[in-house]
């Protein structure tokens, strides 16, 4: 009898993907119904004007349905039906993990219910453990799982890793000064603290992998360190260009490199969630309250 996946650490990560995908198909659908829908030419005419739909189906039926309308009901289906596609896939994952794509992605490495039994038993006791985004990485396999996206990666798999700042935080920040949902002082803290990302080089598949951690980025990247001294850790301009010129010359003869700066985590990364938590709590002293 199959394992009850329900009540397994995979299980409840992938349902909280799924929530997520509910979420973004639901939002998605949301917006394209608001732009369909909603009579924004009547704001900006004296006799108002019917909703795109409507003008749509008109022209559709009075045979004026030119190529421009044929152009912007293709950039509408594509989304609108994104939008559907995900709500659906989302709620069966919910239902049942085992119909979600991250569970049908294990078949490429082996047998998906063996992988399974193996990962949990270990993520009983997980060498790092963290729940938002939620990261358990045990002695063979590292899961990560942040919003819609989710991996579960055999550590044998992984040749290289480190870390990378990324600059969701700027553009969101930036987006919602504009929108009026938070100040300038706000903004400059949601740009200060940057998302964290463990960039992952995998050996089967030749490409690398970026994984949303934020703070579980010095854990992950010490526990490479710690337990896996055949994975090369930390970023060089060395060790890049050797990736990007030959993937499988570079699986072949990957060693930790002996010099300290090659393998350790960068300035920028190591401690920033750290210096992060002392900022924030002398936020004021960044900006004005006039702001």
Not at 143 to 160: G, H
Request: with cysteine; net charge negative.
């Amino acid at each position: 009898m199959a394992t009850p996946i329900s009540r397994t650490t995979f299980g409840a990560a992938v349902r909280r993907r799924s929530g997520s995908v509910i979420k973004f198909g639901f939002w998605t659908s949301v917006i394209v119904l608001a732009v369909l829908l909603g009579p924004w030419e009547a704001l900006f005419e004296e006799n108002g004007a019917p909703p795109l739909l409507i003008k749509g189906m008109d022209a559709f039926s009075e045979g004026r349905f030119s190529a421009g309308w044929w152009v912007v009901s293709i950039l509408f289906l594509i989304p609108a039906f994104c939008g559907v596609y995900m709500l659906l896939r989302g709620v069966t994952g919910l239902i049942n993990p085992r119909s979600s794509s991250v569970y049908r992605l294990l078949g490429e490495i082996g047998d998906p219910e063996a992988i399974l039994g193996h990962f949990e038993a270990e993520a009983a006791t997980p060498l790092v453990s963290n729940d938002k985004p939620r990261v358990v990485a045990t002695p063979g396999w590292l899961m990560v799982q942040d919003s819609i996206n989710m991996s579960l990666i055999p550590t044998e798999d992984i040749v290289w890793v480190h870390g990378a700042e990324d600059q969701t935080g700027d553009v969101v920040g930036g987006v919602f000064k504009m929108a009026g949902v938070i100040n300038a002082r706000q903004q400059r803290l949601n740009a200060l603290l940057k998302d964290m990302d463990l960039v992952v080089y995998r050996k089967s598949t030749k490409d690398s992998l970026k994984l949303t951690v934020n703070n579980a980025i010095n854990p992950l990247l010490q526990y490479f360190l710690t337990f896996h001294p055949g994975v090369i850790v930390g970023h060089s301009s060395a060790l890049q260009s050797a990736w990007e010129s030959d993937p499988a010359h570079f699986i072949a003869t990957a060693v930790r490199p002996a010099e300290a700066a090659a393998v350790a985590p960068s300035d920028d990364v190591a401690g920033i969630f750290e210096t992060m938590e002392q900022v924030m709590s002398v936020g004021e002293t960044l900006g004005s309250k006039e702001d």
